[in-house]
């Protein structure tokens, strides 16, 4: 079994968020078509390194070179990263090294991470839209209250009429907002840091997540994702040789979800006790019963790597089934929200106007 070993001796580098994004799988690429082509490991991070642009990942590429120099195995260089590469990155690069499959394990690693990413670039796409709206909605309405509605008051008080009720309404949340912005501000950056505070902690975070999964659409949306990087990453690490038991636990590090962390740890200690996979992962209500009957079948057909890539695939486009529903749903909400928002505070503006006799004769 692969042990995980400490990683006291890290390193710090600058730019880490742009390294993963950017440069990671690149490198990875790139390293397994050298390593294919018959260069060593270090004639191919030495040449990336002479090419690479990143004085970030140009430090780590260096690092890995000289560490290499000194007889240190790549995989034990990689750990000085963590951030940069995680436990999935260096547990497979070990299993490669063990198991003389170094150049094809990394080609699986850059397929992977890049199937990864597409995905999460499909999710971000598609809730960009209605996050910017959204944002530009509030934004909008809270300009009209803050300096608009003012104007329009200043209008109004020399008739000596009683306003509209909506109007009036609208007047009175704007001399509160505009009296008591101190104090909302501070509330507002009090409940934010409160929250951050609380999803930090063990129990908060579970919660949270548990709340998520049980939303409509966009709970399926977030189970799904993380079912269909789960299979992705599981069968890549099994082929690539790291112990079911190791892999399970690397793998339920990267779900980005406690609740489903929690259910593939919990199935880990049933394997480690003698169980299937699939029993393992059995009444686990965060995962879905298709997942687990695919899972089985690859275990009798002894072909479960392979039935988990199917996995992956199948919730891949179970996951642009679920974006379409998600963003055809939205569209009419942010016409209403915006109809309602928008809308009722520029008729509340203008209500006294459209009554403008009324209001001057003081009736």
């Not at 609208?170 to 950056?189: E, M, Q, T």
């Not at 038991?245 to 690397?250: E, G, K, T």
């Not at 928002?341 to 003081?362: E, N, Q, R, S």
Request: hydrophobic residues 50%; proline residues 4%.
């Amino acid at each position: 079994m692969l042990e995980f070993k400490s990683r006291k001796n890290t390193l710090r580098v600058s730019g880490v968020g742009q390294i993963v994004k950017r440069e990671l799988i690149p490198f990875t690429r790139q390293t397994a078509s050298m390593l294919n082509a018959g260069m060593s490991i270090l004639s191919a991070v030495a040449t990336l390194e002479e090419q690479n642009a990143h004085p970030g990942f140009r430090f780590v590429l260096r690092t890995l070179r000289e560490s290499v120099e000194s007889g240190m195995p790549f995989s034990d260089g990689l750990r000085q990263f963590p951030r940069i590469f995680d436990d999935m990155y260096v547990n497979m690069v070990t299993a490669g090294e063990k198991s003389g499959q170094f150049a094809v394990v990394l080609k699986r690693l850059a397929i992977m991470m890049d199937a990864s990413a597409r995905l999460v670039r499909k999710v971000k796409s598609a809730l960009t839209y209605p996050i910017v709206v959204l944002s530009l909605a509030i934004l909008i309405a809270s300009g009209l209250i803050t300096f608009v509605v003012p104007v329009f008051k200043e209008m109004f008080e020399g008739f000596g009429a009683q306003l509209p009720g909506p109007t009036q309404f609208l007047v009175n949340v704007s001399d509160f907002i505009r009296a008591k912005w101190p104090y909302i501000l501070g509330a507002i950056v009090i409940a934010v840091l409160a929250f951050r505070k609380w999803l930090q902690s063990a129990s908060g975070r579970y919660r949270f997540d548990q709340f998520v999964l049980k939303l409509p659409v966009f709970g399926q949306l977030v189970q799904k994702v993380a079912v269909a990087r789960f299979c992705r990453l599981f069968a890549q690490m099994l082929t690539s040789g790291v112990p079911i038991l190791d892999a399970m636990q690397v793998v339920a590090r990267s779900m980005g979800n406690k609740v489903i962390e929690a259910a593939i740890l919990a199935s880990r200690a049933g394997v480690e006790q003698g169980n299937t996979l699939s029993a393992s992962l059995e009444g686990k209500p965060c995962l879905p019963l298709l997942m687990i009957r695919m899972i089985a079948a690859g275990e009798k057909s002894g072909r479960i790597d392979e039935m988990l890539e199917s996995v992956a695939e199948t919730y891949d486009d179970e996951v642009e089934v679920t974006l379409a529903t998600l963003t055809s749903l939205m569209e009419p909400f942010l016409m209403v929200f915006l109809g309602i928002v928008i809308g009722g505070i520029v008729i509340a503006m203008f209500l006294p106007i459209f009554k403008i006799g009324t209001v001057v004769g003081g009736g």
